[in-house]
């Protein structure tokens, strides 16, 4: 059974930084795709990153050069390195990963930037 757990949420003010973990329960190599997606107060959930198991890297427009997606095998842990925070970076975040087809999500965790 697959469990996906967020931490490192919090406040914090414009221009500053955070750094997301994912503690992941399974098989961790047999995740093709691992992503951080979130969702802001009445928005729909938006993809943010998403890592293969190769490595490849994806990001949505507006974080390109400001967040870093990563992944260590070796702890089965996801990460999301978010510098440069903006107000509109505001959102629950949740880690997902992708295997033999299914869609696993943890919790979320909450990123308020706000001075």
């Known amino acids: 059974q697959v469990q996906l757990v967020e931490s490192g949420g919090g406040l914090v003010q414009p221009g500053g930084s955070l750094r997301l973990s994912c503690a992941a329960s399974g098989s961790f190599a047999s995740f093709s795709v691992m992503g951080w997606y979130r969702q802001a107060p009445g928005k729909q959930r938006e993809l943010v990153a998403t890592v293969t198991n190769g490595g490849t890297t994806n990001y949505r427009d507006s974080v390109k050069g400001r967040f870093t997606i990563s992944r260590d095998n070796t702890k089965n842990a996801l990460y999301l390195q978010m510098n440069s925070l903006e107000p509109e970076d505001t959102a629950v975040y949740y880690c997902?990963?992708?295997?033999?087809?299914?869609?696993?999500w943890g919790k979320g965790t909450l990123v308020t930037v706000s001075s």
């Open positions: 997902n990963a992708v295997t033999l087809g299914m869609y696993y």
